[in-house]
Structures are given as structure tokens and as C-alpha cells.
T-cell receptor, first 118, second 115 residues
Framework: AQKITQTQPGMFVQEKEAVTLDCTYD???????LFWYKQPSSGEMIFLIY??????QNATEGRYSLNFQKARKSANLVISASQLGDSAMYFC???????????????FGTGTRLTIIP | EAQVTQNPRYLITVTGKKLTVTCSQN?????MSWYRQDPGLGLRQIYY???????DKGDVPEGYKVSRKEKRNFPLILESPSPNQTSLYFC??????????????FGPGTRLTVL
């Protein structure tokens, strides 16, 4: 079963509008972290925002905020006032508490390609 | 500047010709990992290392080898590359057991094409 699901393969949004990128996750752990990464056309992975499973407040970083709904197991990324430079692939990822203090891997979704229209 | 470097950034090779993709980090991180990115599949972990001489398989280890002789370096070795290993490869590092919130730092990626 997929642990991270991003149901929007692609989105087109008008510049200056807000955009929500969906992410749902599946875990039986109580402790986990959720991450969003941006991948521009140049290919690098840019960390955007983090939300911990025990965090009571939704995370915010500048124009990025994470709409965390624990009971629904969703962690949607909200970008306010979108800009042309926001056009990129966006990945949601989860880190679960490592078993036996071992692997700290990130499990990624399949990504959403966001295109901002002028 | 704190960073993860990978070389080469782009590589076109032929089936069966052994190659190594190097990864180096200057942050004294214990944990290092290799991922491959394929369209429609996101990033999947190939191998990881929790410290020097400690490596283990990730989700898609077939056809790859790694080594961790020094803390800063974590090369990915393809002994006999095949076309299905054509992909974008990322090396990542982070402190080990430093908390769920600690960021994994990614290298710039290596785009590999196997003909």
C-alpha cells in the first residue's frame, strides 16, 4: 500500500492565486514527520517545510503553510500568492520513527507538477 | 558552505560498463542515503548508511553496491549497468538519530542514461 499519496499529477494556477497541493499518508506510528520538497526544472531538491506528528500548530514558512489534519492523515501544502518561480514539481514525504534506531529514510509521494500561469 | 556534492552530474554510458557515482558531504553527518527518482514513482531509497562501515539495503537495491569507508563519502557503484537503471540519482545526508524533524540534505542529482 502506498504510504504517501499525491493525487494531483499536475496543476495549473494563475499567478498571485493561492494553491493547495494535496498529500495523504498512511502510517501506524504515533511519531512521524512530514516534509515538502520543491524540485525546479534544474533538478535539485529544495526543502520547504516540516510538520511533526505531535505539533499542535500547522507549520508555516513564509508563503508556505502546511494544513495538517491528523485524523484524516492529510498534510496539504498551501502556497499563498503564487509566483512564476513556484512552477516546479512538489513532493510530499514522510519519515517514520526508525525501527531499531536504523533507517531514517524518507518515503516520497509521486509528486505534483505545478505550473503558474502569468 | 554546508553541502552534498555528487559527481558526475550527467552520465551516458553503455550496458555492462561499470561506473561509480561519488557522493561527499562536509557536514560530518553520520547518516547517508541514495535515492533514485523515476517518473510516476517519486524517489525510492536504494541503500543507506548509518555510519562508517555500516550500510544496508533500501527498497530498490538490486544492481547497486555502496561502500562507506570514510564518514564524508558514500559512493554508489553500478557493477554492470542496465537500461532500467536509467534514472535521476540523489545522495542525501543528515545527522543520525537527531530527531524526526532534522532535514535531509540532498545533493544536486546525477542524471544517468544507460544505453
Amino acid at each position: 500500500a502506498q504510504k504517501i499519496t499525491q493525487t494531483q499529477p499536475g496543476m495549473f494556477v494563475q499567478e498571485k492565486e493561492a494553491v493547495t497541493l494535496d498529500c495523504t499518508y498512511d502510517t501506524s506510528d504515533q511519531s512521524y514527520g512530514l516534509f515538502w520538497y520543491k524540485q525546479p526544472s534544474s533538478g535539485e531538491m529544495i526543502f520547504l517545510i516540516y510538520q511533526g506528528s505531535y505539533d499542535e500548530q500547522n507549520a508555516t514558512e513564509g508563503r508556505y503553510s502546511l494544513n495538517f489534519q491528523k485524523a484524516r492523515k492529510s498534510a496539504n501544502l498551501v502556497i499563498s500568492a503564487s509566483q512564476l518561480g513556484d512552477s516546479a514539481m512538489y513532493f510530499c514525504a514522510m519519515r517514520e520513527f526508525p525501527l531499531n534506531f536504523g533507517n531514517e529514510k524518507l518515503t516520497f509521494g509521486t509528486g505534483t507538477r505545478l505550473t503558474i500561469i502569468p | 558552505e554546508a553541502q552534498v556534492t555528487q559527481n558526475p552530474r550527467y552520465l551516458i554510458t553503455v550496458t555492462g560498463k561499470k561506473l561509480t557515482v561519488t557522493c561527499s558531504q562536509n557536514m560530518n553527518h553520520e547518516y547517508m542515503s541514495w535515492y533514485r527518482q523515476d517518473p510516476g514513482l517519486g524517489l525510492r531509497q536504494i541503500y543507506y548508511s548509518m555510519n562508517v562501515e555500516v550500510t544496508d539495503k533500501g527498497d530498490v537495491p538490486e544492481g547497486y553496491k555502496v561502500s562507506r569507508k570514510e564518514k564524508r563519502n558514500f559512493p554508489l557503484i553500478l557493477e554492470s549497468p542496465s537500461p532500467n537503471q536509467t534514472s535521476l540519482y540523489f545522495c542525501a545526508s543528515s545527522p543520525h538519530l537527531a530527531g524526526l524533524d532534522n532535514e535531509q540534505f540532498f545533493g544536486p542529482g546525477t542524471r544517468l542514461t544507460v544505453l
